[in-house]
């Protein structure tokens, strides 16, 4: 598939999938969408690659999905075309980590879309937002939901109600992103973090991927018995005899990913 919305890159071990629709502030259409999901499919389909970093540009990370494309649709259109389902969740079923580095607007569907991936690095400049209440909608790709879990229910009552933005500061505060970097730098340091991940064993870190995403689907018992069957798995793994015994021997444990 030739991409023109999205550009698709290879830095060493990472993924680098840039939304790149710079006249529409990467606002989702179903063409950028079909490219995402299919860009990210074959990343995590790629022995070469660890860990993904997807982006948006210094102005957007995405304004969410495209309003001009949307506004027409029908309840019939959205029912029956099951509207987002199709190319929207691709990120929720991609094995291998996803570090959303974002950078200016994260709005509706890009705070959606930023909310699936495993973690946020924001620039200081980011500002999420779940607008869709001002243009008589409200979040439909787990904006409720996701927030609700991950910021708590005053903080995502806010955002959905009212529509206001949150900037970087407060989104780190409350738990949204993990940690903010200069604008300038955040696409080196979300390289720079990606690396270190692709470099650790590669199903070590899509166990522990899914192992920390069990706990938003099951029980606090459920979840600690899910972590600790998984940890009792990893003594199968070369590489845990190979991590402990560089420990052992005072050097850098070279992973072989098995
Ligand atoms: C289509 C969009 C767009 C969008 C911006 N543009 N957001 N086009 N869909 N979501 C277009 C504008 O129409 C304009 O093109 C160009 O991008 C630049 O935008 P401006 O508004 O001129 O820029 P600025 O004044 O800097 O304002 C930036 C902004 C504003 C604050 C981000 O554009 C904005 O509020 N956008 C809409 C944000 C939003 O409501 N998102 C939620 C969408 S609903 P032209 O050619 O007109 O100049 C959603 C639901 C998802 O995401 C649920 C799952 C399906």
Redo the contacts with the bound molecule.
Sequence with gaps: MAYECILAEKDGEVGVLTLNRP???N??SDQLMDEVTDALKKFDADDDIGCIVLMGSE??FA????????ASKSYIDVYSED??TKN?EEATRVRKPIIAAVAG?A????C?LALMCDFIIAADNAKF????I??G?M???G?TQRLARFIGKSKAMDMCLT?RMMDAQEAERCGLVSRIVPKGELRAEAIKVARQIADFSRPIAMLTKEAVNRAYETTLSEGVRFERRVFHSVFALEDQKEGMTAFIEKRKPSFKNR
């Design positions: 006249e529409a502030l606002a989702f102005k957007a304004a969410g999905a495209d309003i001009k494309e949307m509207f987002i929207w607007y709005l509706g569907g890009g959606e937002a779940q607008p869709e001002t243009i909608a979040p439909g790709a904006g529509g």
